[in-house]
């Protein structure tokens, strides 16, 4: 069977965790979404995309326990698409008990599994036991306790609009502080806290590492060119091999303290060797503007 062009996100998880933020987001981005399709329609739906809209390459279907019938075939299912050659990718959401619990008390909004008999507590462990097996077979899991609703369309515009209609890999490269916390969607973490900091020079502490005197100080020191030489090499023999087990997107993050300075400099010095090897790539600096 051909592999098709169609890069197919299942979007699921457990109520009140953020998915229908998550379906408008992939909407804004360029996605044709449809929110709780019935899953033993879906290689229908495919079918039809294919006759109809030969051109659709990105499709975001969210799938939740309100379909809970689906549950007991969905592998059989997944596995019949991603026969057919789909590339096909399950992005579970989830959240701490407690904060689901807080948001359906804040929106009022009936639990899809509460009965008059039974609890908002009760009816989130429920969700959660029967939807653990489909977690488990998850491409990607994320954890929305600590997003709020900004947070979260910024981190599927981030990953997902960099999601190319070509079968190689696209590569996120990302700075960050550590201060601010680790970014949730990072397949790769390097910390460069190792390297001196210019923050610590009073001349470079107000500029960020997007500006050549700080640039040119973090690389004028050996430790910094030869981490880097070794690096990009690291990470460029291992993209094949992303690319051979059909992953579509990498996020590489490159973090130091507060995100301002060093991150920054090695993170734009090693998107252009990825870029310079004929990967698509992209940039980002999460923290470089906050204070601290």
């Not at 039974?118 to 429920?126: H, K, R, V």
């Not at 060797?273 to 999460?286: D, E, M, P, Q």
């Amino acid at each position: 069977m051909p592999k098709r062009d169609t890069h197919l996100v299942i979007v699921t998880g457990l109520s009140g965790s953020g998915k229908s933020t998550a379906i408008k987001a992939f909407e804004d981005i360029g996605y044709f979404c449809i929110d709780n399709l019935p899953v033993p329609l879906l290689p229908h739906f495919l079918q039809l995309c294919e006759q109809d809209k030969p051109d659709l390459k990105k499709v975001a279907l969210g799938i939740d326990i309100r379909g809970r019938s689906f549950l007991h075939d969905c592998d059989r299912l997944f596995h019949h698409v991603e026969s057919a050659g789909y590339a096909l990718e399950i992005l579970f959401f989830e959240a701490a008990t407690e904060v689901l619990q807080r948001r359906f008390s804040q929106t009022r909004r009936l639990h899809p599994m509460s009965t008059q008999e039974s609890s908002l507590l009760t009816a989130i462990q429920e969700e959660r036991e029967e939807l653990a097996s489909l977690r488990a077979r998850s491409t990607r899991i994320v954890d929305t306790s600590e997003f709020s609703v900004h947070q979260l369309k910024a981190l599927i515009t981030r990953t997902y609009s960099m999601v190319s209609d070509r079968e190689r890999i696209s590569v996120q490269v990302l700075s960050f502080g550590f201060k601010y916390g680790l970014p949730f969607e990072a397949d790769l973490v390097m910390d460069v806290r190792f390297l001196p900091n210019p923050f610590f020079v009073d001349a470079l502490k107000p500029l960020s590492g997007c500006e050549a005197p700080v640039r040119d100080w973090v690389l004028s020191h050996p430790q910094a060119a030869q981490f880097l030489d070794d690096y990009a090499a690291l990470l460029l023999k291992l993209l094949p091999q992303y690319v051979q087990e059909g992953k579509r997107y990498l996020t590489v993050a490159v973090g130091c303290t507060g995100g301002k300075h060093r991150s920054v400099v090695i993170a734009e010095r090693l998107a252009d060797r990825v870029r310079a090897a004929g990967y698509y790539t992209v940039l980002f600096h999460r923290d470089v503007h906050l204070d601290g």
